[in-house]
């Protein structure tokens, strides 16, 4: 089954999505599962996991009843209060549903470049392995090093890194995200999504060639076995259609033998999401 592991569902409301600027237009509107379904069938994409955009519980409320009206949706990466000393309460209350099978925190948009490394946040994160959930990793590359750090604390549960951990592809500046990409792969509970990379070049005017050289490193870093295909729909419309997306990883992943391409198309996502 071919699996777009990574893309976002939303009813626009400014104030909820205020993350979305003035030159983020054509994301200022509704994106239902409707809309894409049509993206996926027309490139054989058979299912997808929804990720959330919004840290709301409302949000993950929407996402998860998207995805118990629609077959194509797999599972559901919601947002929880990590750092709310109640939280693990809240996670019971959705312990039974089938959907669920991971979080997620916008530590990206946290002013505090180590936020991740809070004490209340872990003790949060420390809970998701008991639910049989995975955490995924949203950081832009200067929350690297404080993230590997994060990892190494839990090491019994699974992570997934999104968007290469958004390197600073529009400056072409290579290091220190390369090496510390390669740190963390040391961490074999850590996987790493092919996503959101053309968002990171400059929107109008990115080309293979300034991409390729952070696709490699990433492939290099993670193999065949812990990456996983992600299109970040309809974020990713800032930069690359849908269909053109898939173009470029599918290309990329051409000269690697059918089953390992099998694996970054969906076979690892299955696996690490329990889809």
């Keep these: 089954m071919k699996i777009d592991s990574h893309h976002h569902f939303w009813q626009y409301d400014p104030v909820e999505y205020s ?25 054989g994409i058979e299912g997808v996991v929804s990720v959330q955009a919004s840290q709301s519980l409302k949000e993950t409320d929407q996402l998860l009843s998207y995805a118990e009206d629609h077959d194509f949706i797999k599972g559901v990466v919601g947002w929880f209060p990590l750092a709310d000393s109640n939280v693990d309460s809240v996670l019971e209350q959705y312990a ?17 470049d180590r936020f991740i490394l809070g004490s209340d946040f872990n003790r949060g994160v420390s809970l ?68 959101g990379m053309a968002t990171e ?42 269909e053109n997306w898939v173009e470029v990883c599918r290309n990329f992943i051409s000269t690697l033998s059918t089953d390992e391409q099998i694996k970054i198309e969906g076979t690892n996502a299955v696996e690490v999401y329990k889809l």
């Design 19 to 43: 993350w979305m600027n003035e030159q983020m237009g054509i994301l200022k509107q509704n994106y239902g599962p409707e809309d894409l379904f049509k993206q996926i069938k027309n490139v």
């Design 201 to 242: 070049a400059n929107w109008k005017n990115w080309s293979l060639t300034d991409l390729q050289p952070y696709m490699e490193t990433a492939l290099d870093c993670f193999g065949p076995d812990r990456m996983m295909f992600g299109s970040d729909w309809p974020v990713a419309r800032l930069a690359v259609e849908y």
């Design 128 to 195: 998701l392995k008991e639910f049989n959930l995975v955490y995924d990793i949203l950081i832009f590359e200067r929350q690297l090093a404080a993230s590997i750090e994060f990892v190494d604390q839990h090491p019994d549960l699974v992570f997934v890194l999104d968007h290469v951990a958004k390197p600073r592809i529009k400056d072409a500046l290579f290091e220190p995200w390369s090496a510390q990409m390669k740190d963390l792969s040391k961490r074999e509970n850590v996987y790493c999504k092919l996503s």
């Design 96 to 112: 039974s549903n089938r959907w669920l099978k991971g979080v997620r925190h916008v530590v990206q948009d946290e002013p505090d």
